[in-house]
């Protein structure tokens, strides 16, 4: 069936129908079709163009419609050229005539922008559960050990030790910040588009608040051209689930590294690693791996509608129906990535033994004792120096902090005076990070739990 045609003498070619059909894709948008178009009866009730008996029919043979979609033949056959195409016919097949008056004063460029918004809605809501999912994993495991401490790393190497729950929160304000951008992107999504007609505004009188009410939109859209042309409300969602799938892909590599014989710091679960099909001793981490990757397929998805935004004059253009598929394809691997990294957090253990030796093996206590000196009176550039040497002097001759103590150090330098010898173990200098957002272990402790309350406060 189509839409349209009376201005046609011959139908569309097989090859422009295969090359413009949506529906393999755009079928996902069905519920929101649907009940966006009940609503809109119930629109057209109060502006006077179905009686009551004529909606009460339509939205029945909706309810119909949506019941039979769950059957596996509902698809069969179908030529139509989108979902919003096949909706219609098949309201036609049950309601009969009446279903002629359903598009009164109503464009598929508005009901596209309708049923993708309520779609988005749904997802956003459904992702930002993941994500809280995802975000109470990280903290299980911070609490698994609170008080394991990792040497933590600016360019690759050893620089200060931190506790273990401290690496872990960093990740957490990071999806804090992306649940916020997916809060910010519901609130664009959730406006009414409905009553925008092709570009120029319907020619009925809808009560547009009213609808927006039924369908529990926030606020209704404010020009109707920009309803047919505008995306944004998808790039927003699509530039908040990048982030997330770049953060996500942050947590992956230091994990991937983190498990390797080389760090060896933390073993993953069985259920979420492989093995070789020719080396047998093969534990690969590919869980990690293949978020690692959809993290830049999902990013693509993103560019992929801005590319196909830019330079669209206005207002709509057929270019748009490449919006979904990004769009659908971001929202799955976005989903299915933090059910992964969830499943990973859960299936982790943590060997607290090596990253502490890690630690104590390196001199990543050096900035503790130079900011030691400076607190007791030494100008800090010539602590830095002096520590510097004492780390020089160390690498030649092979010794580690463990093999000072409080006599050779003041020694090699009298400033470094018992109290500050104490610092040569990382447990100690951590102490003087008690500032508001450091890792110090009463700061951390306190942003552990409030970490706790704030994802209490974020679930619905
Ligand atoms: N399938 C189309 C889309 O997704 C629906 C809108 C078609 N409108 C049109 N004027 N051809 O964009």
Redesign the pocket.
């Known amino acids: 069936m189509k839409l349209w045609g009376g201005r046609f003498e011959t139908g569309p070619s097989a090859v422009f129908e295969r090359f413009s059909g ?1 529906l393999h894709f ?1 079928r996902r948008l069905l519920a929101a079709d649907v009940r966006g178009s009940q609503a809109f009866a119930r629109a057209l009730e109060r502006a006077g163009i179905l009686n009551a008996d004529e909606r009460g029919r339509i939205v029945e043979a909706f309810d119909s419609i949506l019941a039979e979609s769950r059957s596996a033949s509902f698809y069969e056959g179908a030529t139509d ?2 979902i ?1 195409t096949l909706v219609i016919r098949k309201l036609k097949e049950h309601a009969g005539a009446v279903a002629d008056k359903i598009h009164t004063g109503r ?3 508005e ?2 922008s309708l049923d993708t918004r309520l779609w988005l809605r749904d997802e956003i809501d459904r992702t930002s559960e993941l994500l809280a999912d995802w975000m109470s994993a990280l903290l299980d495991l911070a609490n698994r050990h609170p008080n394991a401490v990792i040497p933590g790393y600016t360019h690759l190497r050893r620089a200060q030790a931190v506790l273990w729950p401290h690496y872990l929160l960093a990740y957490f304000e990071m999806f804090a910040r992306d649940a916020e951008r997916f809060a910010d992107a519901r609130r664009r999504t959730n406006v009414l588009p409905l009553g925008s007609g ?1 570009l120029a505004g319907s020619g009925f009188p809808f009560d547009r608040h009213a609808i927006a009410q039924d369908l529990g939109f926030e606020s209704i859209s404010l020009n109707s051209m920009d309803v047919s042309a505008d995306r944004d409300f998808a790039l927003d969602f699509l530039y908040a689930a990048s982030t997330t799938m770049l953060h996500l892909s942050r947590v992956a590599e230091d994990w991937i590294l983190y498990s390797s014989e080389e760090f060896g710091w933390m073993e993953l679960g069985d259920g979420v690693t492989s093995g070789s099909s020719l080396m047998p001793q093969k534990k690969n981490p590919d869980s990690l791996e293949l978020i690692r990757g959809k993290s830049g397929r999902v990013t693509g998805c993103l560019y992929s509608l801005m590319m196909t935004v830019k330079g669209l004059p206005l207002t ?1 253009n ?1 270019d ?2 490449e ?2 598929e990004p769009l659908f394809d971001a929202a799955d691997q976005l989903a299915g990535s933090l059910q992964m990294a969830r499943a990973v957090a859960e299936s982790v253990t943590l060997r607290v033994d090596v990253p502490l030796a890690a630690a104590a093996q390196s001199w990543v206590v050096a900035t503790d004792l130079a900011e030691a000196l400076a607190r007791a009176g030494t100008p800090f550039h010539q602590a830095h120096q002096l520590v510097g040497r004492l780390v020089l002097e160390s690498t030649r001759s092979g010794k580690v902090p463990a093999d000072w103590n409080a006599a050779s150090l003041s020694r090699f330098a009298p400033e470094f005076t018992p109290d500050i010898a104490r610092l040569l173990d990382p447990l100690e200098g951590m102490k003087s990070r008690e500032i508001p957002g450091g890792t110090g272990p009463q700061a951390v402790a306190e942003a552990l739990a409030e970490a706790g309350r704030r994802l209490e406060r974020m679930r619905p």
């Open positions: 949506s755009d050229e989108d919003h464009s598929r460029n009901q596209v092709a709509y057929r748009m129906q919006d979904k």
